[in-house]
């Protein structure tokens, strides 16, 4: 990934939360030659490992899953939200073009498959604790319920230790203080996704 200076992100904690919060991730692989992509639920644990672990699982039709075997790297990314910024938006529109604002992380590993059933139980346990939270109504998996054990037999599990990251934060940080705080104003009054390049722009100059 291009990442100039002005964008780079490599505060661990920082990378971390992003993943925790943006967990419906895009993994992709190479199967006979060929790129192959999908889109899956993703968990972040902090340990084993300087950059923490990943766990997810695949549909056992999704054929991907046999690229997760341990015989080669494997690109994970968490996308963030992103935002059209129109030149008109600056101090000097005349003299400038528009851009993108997004942030992402790019995770890097060897994916090896859950092939012990209770192991891949306790995966998908971790993964619902994750998602359902600790509210009242949570849903939790019960991994001694026969019926339960024999779906799951429809799914592949998969653990990453990841060995690289990279984070990219394009929040106008090589604009002026005043474009940065102009533009904040131009996406709060747009859509959700938008007030979310918004919060992240805000955050940042508040560092």
């Given at each position: 990934?291009?990442?100039?200076?002005?964008?780079?992100?490599?505060?661990?904690?920082?990378?971390?939360?992003?993943?925790?919060?943006?967990?419906?991730?895009?993994?992709?692989?190479?199967?006979?030659?060929?790129?192959?992509?999908?889109?899956?639920?993703?968990?972040?644990?902090a340990?084993?490992?300087?950059?923490?672990?990943?766990l997810?699982?695949?549909?056992?039709?999704?054929?991907?899953?046999?690229?997760?075997?341990?015989?080669?790297?494997?690109?994970?990314?968490?996308?963030?939200?992103?935002?059209?910024?129109s030149?008109?938006?600056?101090?000097?529109?005349e003299?400038?073009?528009?851009?993108?604002?997004?942030?992402?992380?790019?995770?890097?590993?060897?994916?090896?498959?859950?092939?012990?059933?209770?192991?891949l139980?306790?995966?998908?346990?971790?993964?619902?604790?994750?998602?359902?939270?600790?509210?009242?109504?949570?849903?939790?998996?019960?991994?001694?319920?026969?019926?339960?054990?024999?779906?799951?037999?429809?799914?592949?599990?998969?653990?990453m230790?990841?060995?690289?990251?990279?984070?990219?934060?394009?929040?106008?940080?090589?604009?002026?203080?005043?474009?940065?705080?102009?533009?904040?104003?131009?996406?709060?009054?747009?859509?959700?996704?938008?007030?979310?390049?918004?919060?992240?722009m805000?955050?940042?100059?508040?560092?």
């Open positions: 990934m291009y990442v100039p200076k002005h964008f780079r992100e490599e505060d661990l904690v920082e990378l971390h939360a992003f993943m925790s919060g943006n967990p419906f991730a895009l993994a992709i692989s190479n199967q006979e030659g060929v790129p192959v992509a999908s889109h899956i639920p993703v968990i972040l644990q340990e084993p490992g300087p950059y923490g672990q990943l997810g699982h695949f549909a056992l039709g999704n054929s991907q899953w046999k690229t997760f075997d341990g015989s080669q790297e494997v690109l994970i990314i968490f996308q963030g939200p992103h935002a059209y910024i030149p008109s938006w600056y101090s000097e529109p003299i400038s073009v528009p851009t993108w604002n997004y942030a992402v992380v790019h995770a890097y590993g060897v994916p090896r498959l859950v092939e012990d059933p209770d192991d139980m306790t995966l998908l346990g971790d993964q619902v604790h994750v998602f359902e939270g600790t509210d009242r109504l949570a849903w939790f998996l019960q991994p001694e319920n026969e019926a339960m054990r024999k779906k799951a037999r429809g799914v592949v599990g998969f653990t230790s990841i060995t690289r990251l990279q984070g990219k934060y394009k929040l106008n940080q090589n604009r002026s203080l005043t474009d940065q705080e102009q533009v904040i104003d131009q996406l709060e009054t747009q859509d959700d996704v938008s007030k979310g390049v918004a919060a992240l805000r955050k940042r100059i508040a560092q």
